[in-house]
């Protein structure tokens, strides 16, 4: 079973709207961390948004957001007014075994490709 | 503040030869990681390992072996390279608690095409 599922390969917004970017995750764990990361052309990976398990406010960070339903296993990304510069893959990532002391396994989904239009 | 140095940067190897990906972080982090990019694959997770003298496998291990040296240091080698494992590889570290885990910072990834 896929950990993090991204169900849209691509999405198109006009600049200056919303999109909200789907992620859901399968874990057993209490205790886990959900992040948000931006992968531009250049091929660099660009954390832009944490929220973990035990959070009961939804994360925000500037311009996103982490819409987190913890009964659905839903951590869906939130941009607010679009900008070009936003033109990107966008992945969904979970930090699993955080409380066990070992290694806390870091797993993505297949990304969303975002593409902001005029 | 070099973060998370790897290397090369780029690669072409013939099949059936060998190489070894190697990644340096000082960032103090325990755990290391080490992905592969393929189009529509996302980041698939190979190996990772928690500290010195110890791995796991991820979702893709097969073709690939990894050492940690200490704890700044993970390799990845590619014993017999197969046209199957062109890819780009990532290596990555994270920190931090269970309450206050640190995001995943990443190597600037290494271009290996096998032909």
């Known amino acids: 079973a896929q950990k993090i599922t991204q169900t849209q390969p691509g999405m198109f917004v006009q600049e200056k ?9 399968d874990t057993s764990d209490q205790s886990y961390g959900l992040f948000w990361y931006k992968q531009p052309s250049s091929g660099e990976m660009i954390f832009l948004i944490y929220q973990g398990s035990y959070d009961e406010q939804n994360a925000t960070e500037g ?5 987190f339903q913890k009964a659905r296993k839903s951590a869906n990304l939130v941009i607010s007014a679009s900008q070009l510069g936003d033109s990107a893959m966008y992945f969904c990532a979970m930090r699993e075994g955080l409380s066990t002391g070992t290694a806390s396994k870091l797993t993505f989904g297949t990304g969303t490709r975002l593409q902001v239009t005029l | 503040n070099a973060g998370v140095t790897q290397t090369p940067k780029f690669q072409v190897l013939k099949t059936g030869q060998s190489m070894t990906l190697q990644c340096a972080q000082d960032m103090n982090h325990n ?5 592969r990019q393929d189009p529509g694959m996302g980041l698939r997770l190979i190996y990772y390992s928690a500290s010195e003298g110890t791995t796991d496998k991820g ?4 073709g690939y072996n990894v050492s940690r040296l200490n704890k700044r240091e993970f390799s990845l080698r590619l014993e017999s390279a197969a046209p199957s494992q062109t890819s780009v590889y990532f290596c990555a570290t994270s920190g931090g608690g269970e309450f206050n885990p640190t995001e995943a910072f990443f190597g600037q990834g290494t271009r290996l095409t096998v032909v």
């Open chain 1, 17 to 25: 709207e919303a999109v909200t970017l789907d992620c859901t995750y």
């Open chain 1, 63 to 67: 311009r996103y957001s982490l819409n």
């Open chain 2, 31 to 35: 755990s290391m990681y080490w992905y």
């Open chain 2, 59 to 62: 979702e893709v291990p097969n």
